[in-house]
């Protein structure tokens, strides 16, 4: 059974271009959340993608978007990067619930933006 | 909000002892979860344990425990007879108003010695 699979591992940009993550779920999950970790912080929530639609956003910028196919990938895009965009970007999947389901994450893809 | 605090940023153990790693938080909520999550160095995120509020009992899994103080807001992780396999970063973890997002804190590097 595979686990949560992103792609690609390292990208390398350059300011003001556009950028897109992939994310495959595990196995029977239909949830798939964003996070951005920044170099010695922890993950910080991007948005969250159930039935195609996007349910949850947190504090990021409208640069920020993403997709949810009927196979439940995920897709994040990024427009217009800042040098601040430098991260790894981590997907996760879960099954919906009430805030106790385990999060399965990905292996991360490490963006670098110069 | 939610927020999410780990005072330790960097903690060493030797190898068969025990470590503590801290973790306060803050929440409105009455009923929630709390997550202990483990990024070792080749970065894939994994649950490590999980504590319901309601429950007064505190959780434990192999060699990890909490200690869970809902009063206090405090939910410790304890780890015992560590092995060097738990090097690692240590993420204290609340999810959001009944939802998957999850607040992390900043995290603990925990490095076991042999």
Known sequence: ?114 | AQTVTQSQPEMSVQEAETVTLSCTYDTSENNYYLFWYKQPPSRQMILVIRQEAYKQQNATENRFSVNFQKAAKSFSLKISDSQLGDTAMYFCALPQGGSEKLVFGKGTKLTVNP
């Open chain 1, 1 to 114: 059974d595979a686990g949560v699979t992103q792609s690609p591992t390292h990208l390398i940009k350059t300011r003001g271009q556009q950028v897109t993550l992939r994310c495959s779920p595990k196995s029977g999950h239909d949830t798939v959340s964003w996070y951005q970790q920044a170099l010695g912080q922890g993950p910080q929530f991007i948005f969250q993608y159930y039935e195609e639609e996007e349910r949850q956003r947190g504090n990021f910028p409208d640069r920020f978007s993403g997709h949810q196919f009927p196979n439940y990938s995920s897709e994040l895009n990024v427009n217009a990067l800042l040098l601040g965009d430098s991260a790894l970007y981590l997907c996760a999947s879960s099954q919906p619930g009430e805030g106790g389901n385990e999060q399965y994450f990905g292996p991360g893809t490490r963006l670098t933006v110069t």
